[in-house]
C-alpha cells in the first residue's frame, strides 16, 4: 500500500483492487478446469488405450499376473502393472559360489520344451 506524506497509509485504488481479486478469480478458475476437465479427460484417455485393453483381456482373476488396480470407470481399471515369470533360459554367474541350476548344455528351453532363443552369448557378467 501507499502512504501519505504524514505516515497513514491509503486505501487501494478500485483498479488495484479489481486486479487483484480478478487475478484471484482466474486463478481459481484455472485450478477447476485442470481438476475438473484435464484430469478426467486424461484418465479416460489412458483407459481407453491400446496397453489397457490388452490388461482387460487377460483372463487373471486372482490378480497373479495382471493385479486390479483401480476401478475408475466399468471396464477401466487405472495403475496396474503386469508381472510375469522369467521364462528366459539360466545364465552362468561369474560368482563361484553359486552352483549351476542346470547341467552343461541343456537350456530352459529344452526342459519347457519351448523355441525360445539362448541368451548364455548375450551374458556380459
Known sequence: MDSD???????????DLSS???TW?????AFIALV???GPWLTLRAAQSDENRAKNAVDDRQGRYVP???TVLPGAKLFRQI?????APMYR???SRV???LKEGVSGSTILGLDIPDYRALNAG
Request: glycine share 16%.
Open 5 to 15: 506524506p504524514d505516515g497513514t497509509e491509503k486505501p487501494p485504488s478500485p483498479i
Open 20 to 22: 487483484t481479486i480478478g
Open 25 to 29: 478469480i482466474a486463478a481459481g478458475l
Open 36 to 38: 475438473g476437465i484435464v
Open 68 to 70: 486390479r488396480g483401480w
Open 83 to 87: 508381472k510375469v515369470p522369467d521364462f
Open 93 to 95: 554367474t561369474n560368482d
Open 99 to 101: 552352483g549351476r541350476i
